[in-house]
């Protein structure tokens, strides 16, 4: 079935640790998303990448790292983690500027 | 700053309509979605509006007023599953979405 698919469900991680988060789509699309969601906010965009090779910081960049090796993956790091990172992540995936943005189940983080 | 008001929660019966407001203040305007997002899971794509009007798709309506930079969603024979969040994002002139907080709707029988 086609669609994007994040692991893991959900991790709760002791501060400090370092995490990284999967992303796999195989819908060939060119732009992909991080974002964080937390109670009361929207959506908030952590990085994206308009096609493999490139990455650029959204709204709420720092504490997180990305990477896009390939058109399918995009994983997000978190190279020491605060609890004010305790959030669900989602990754989406679009097929450009137009395009409805599909999302993975998402990822619920704990940092303790 | 950029910013996209929608009521926190509303709450309407079986059966009825309920219409969803989202009024937006955004860097130029290139679309505006809706999105639905059931707890605990990943919000999915309801509609997209670029011109102002109704786009209508079975029981789900969705408006846009551009010079008022406003929209809403029309939920038409409410069923009880259509209990949900609905998510009102909008992409400004860099073609970034920026998204509201949400308005949960409850359904009552």
């Known amino acids: 079935i086609a669609g994007i698919t994040q692991a893991p469900t959900s991790q709760i991680l002791a501060a400090g640790r370092r995490m990284t988060l999967r992303c796999t789509q195989d819908?060939?699309?060119?732009?992909m998303y991080w974002y964080r969601q937390d109670l009361g906010l929207g959506l908030r965009l952590i990085h994206y990448?308009?096609?493999?090779?490139?990455?650029g910081k959204g709204e709420v960049p720092d504490g997180y790292s990305v990477s896009r090796a390939n058109t399918d993956d995009f994983p997000l790091t978190l190279a020491s983690a605060v609890p004010s990172q305790t959030s669900v992540y989602f990754c989406?995936?679009?097929?450009?500027?137009?395009?409805?943005?599909?999302f993975g189940n998402g990822t619920r983080l704990t940092v303790t | 700053g950029q910013n996209i008001d929608q009521p926190t929660e509303m709450t309407a019966t079986e059966g009825a309509i309920v219409q969803i407001n989202c009024t937006y203040q955004t860097s130029g305007f290139n679309g505006l979605f809706w999105y639905q997002q059931h707890a605990g899971e990943a919000p999915t794509f309801l509609s997209y509006?670029?011109l102002d009007g109704l786009e209508e798709k079975g029981r789900f309506s969705s408006f846009l007023s551009r010079s008022k930079g406003y929209s809403y969603l029309l939920l038409k024979e409410l069923q009880m599953k259509d209990s949900a969040s609905y998510l009102c994002a909008v992409r400004d002139s860099n073609y970034q979405l920026i998204w509201g907080a949400g308005t949960k709707l409850i359904i009552k029988p």
């Open positions: 989406a995936s679009s097929e450009g500027d137009n395009s409805p943005l599909h």
């Open positions: 819908m060939r699309h060119n732009a």
């Open positions: 509006n670029v």
């Open positions: 990448s308009n096609t493999a090779g490139t990455t």
